[in-house]
């Protein structure tokens, strides 16, 4: 039975309040999926086997791909990477017939800002991710699989290159993996720094050799994904959770958080926190709760909040009022106005120039367009002017409504999902702090005219290098 006592909502304005009793209750040590998260015992192979990871994995497998699927389906685990699709329905899509090579692509490109958790598991469990690769492989009927790691995490890809050759070592990977005579291999491919590369069908164009741009859809990677065969894609977490929840059971994990928010998940905090950290928590838990446990609370306590970005930069932020109701789960947040995305929590307190702060997130995201999309290419650039009028004294109060019908026209008119991520914290930043705005555009106006506006961030000069690394100009190092 669902542990649902303490998780009910109660429906009040943008958020959900919680009761006091389920505010009490943190994840027990015995069901947390990651037992070596800040790397206090050895991550490779010796220390993982003591951990239990590959423990009687051969009987698993032996249970056969629909065993598989059905567990995974029954225990109602959610993608992790950012869209919260059925892990156990997307593995259903993949043929079962053998007409052509299946493939397995883990998405390692952590490029979401605020989200550092699969960094952790690559260098800390690489093992238990490895593991659930051949797990999640044998079932959607797979040869091989590609592990696509973000281009600046190198240290963290050696990690899981030693624990790969560990594994074929040991016979856990290869030509008869863990015993069973199923040949499966496992590859690493780094990425080239990307954003867009995080989406799945420009991971794939870029694991192909070809510049990370999305694929229109259908077809669906199911059917026509790496090098025009069937594959399917998952992030880091979402696999790397698989064998725990294989070993213990859907009942277990679906008895955590609270209905279609199930199981546990890697939470990243940062910001103005007292201990920025990554940690594992039940799904649904308090917003408040999970900062003020795990994080130290909000720099300068809980009264200095202003505001936070729940799920990764991507998401509309959400005010301190609705950070003290709602939960941190896909149904709390959605009704809150935002979206539970990577779980990465950034924190911002009262000394914190919101509008300046989204106008750098404008900035990213107009840099990292891949372009193929007119409203994308084009409409992240006027949204990122718009913010930069405002921040100069250059702007009007009516700019403020262009901005939100210029992010309406991206949103949901491009192919993948980086055109939303570039409209949702310009609507989060109007729909919340409107009257602040108004306020800088009259202020700015006055302190242009009065030639005393401070000084502003030029974001298109590239960032000084630290003393000792600076590479001549007009080298071929500093071109590229």
């Known amino acids: 039975m669902l542990r649902q006592a303490g998780w009910a909502l109660r429906q009040r304005g943008l958020g959900a309040s919680f009761s006091t009793s389920a505010a009490s209750r943190a994840l027990a040590g015995e069901d947390r999926i990651y037992t070596n998260l800040y790397g206090r015992d050895d991550p490779f192979l010796k220390g993982a086997l003591k951990r239990g990871d590959w423990y009687r994995t051969a009987d698993l497998i032996a249970k056969g791909p629909e ?103 040991a016979g856990m990977l290869g030509r008869d993996a863990c015993g069973t005579g199923i040949e499966f291999h496992v590859y690493t491919q780094p990425g080239a720094g990307a954003y867009v590369c995080g989406e799945e069908t420009a991971l794939l164009e870029s694991l192909e050799g070809k510049q990370g741009r999305p694929r229109l859809k259908p077809p669906y990677p ?25 070993r213990r059971g859907p009942q277990w994990y679906s008895s955590l958080g609270r209905p279609n928010n199930l199981g546990t998940k890697l939470f990243s905090i940062s910001g103005h926190v007292n201990r920025p950290c990554t940690v594992e928590e039940e799904m649904s838990i308090p917003f408040k709760e999970l900062v003020e446990r795990h994080a130290g609370g909000v720099r300068g306590g809980w009264d200095s909040l202003l505001a936070a970005i729940p799920g990764g930069s991507s998401v509309p932020l959400i005010p ?29 307190d009262s000394s914190t120039d919101v509008i300046e702060a989204i106008r750098r997130l404008s900035w990213f995201y107009k840099h990292e367009s891949c372009g193929q999309c007119t409203p994308c290419r084009e409409g992240s650039g006027w949204l990122w002017d718009i913010l930069t009028r405002i921040q100069t004294g250059e702007a009007d109060v009516k700019e403020i409504d262009m901005a939100i019908n210029i992010s309406k026209i991206i949103e949901g008119h491009t192919i993948c999902a980086l055109g939303d991520a570039a409209a949702w914290p310009v609507q989060g930043l109007v729909r919340h702090f409107r009257p602040l705005i108004e306020a800088r555009i009259r202020e700015r106006r006055q302190m242009r005219v009065a030639n005393s506006l401070p000084d502003i961030d030029d974001l298109h000069r590239k960032p000084q290098h630290r003393e000792g690394l600076t590479i001549p100009a007009g080298s071929l190092q500093h071109a590229i």
């Not at 963290?156 to 560990?166: G, K, V």
């Not at 059917?223 to 399917?232: D, H, I, R, S, V």
Request: aromatic share 10%.
């Open 67 to 169: 065993w598989l699927i059905s567990e995974v389906k029954a225990s109602g685990i959610r993608g992790r990477g950012g869209a919260g699709f059925s892990t156990g329905m997307k593995w259903s899509f993949m043929p079962k017939n053998y007409d052509c090579p299946h493939y397995l692509v883990v998405n390692g490109d952590e490029g979401e800002p605020g989200t550092s958790k699969d960094r952790e598991i690559l260098r800390h469990e690489p093992h238990k991710l490895l593991e659930g690769i051949l797990l999640a492989g044998v079932a959607v009927r797979a040869q091989a699989a590609y592990v696509y790691i973000r281009g600046e995490y190198r240290n963290y890809r050696y990690s899981l290159e030693r624990a790969i050759h560990e594994a074929y070592q």
């Open 222 to 246: 199911a059917n026509a994904g790496l090098y025009g065969c069937p594959t399917t894609i998952n992030n880091v977490e979402t696999i790397s959770s698989i064998p725990t929840i294989l």
């Open 320 to 348: 301190k009022d609705v950070c003290e109701q709602v939960l941190m789960d896909y149904d709390s947040l959605q009704e809150a106005g935002t979206y539970f995305g990577t779980g990465a929590v950034i924190v911002m």
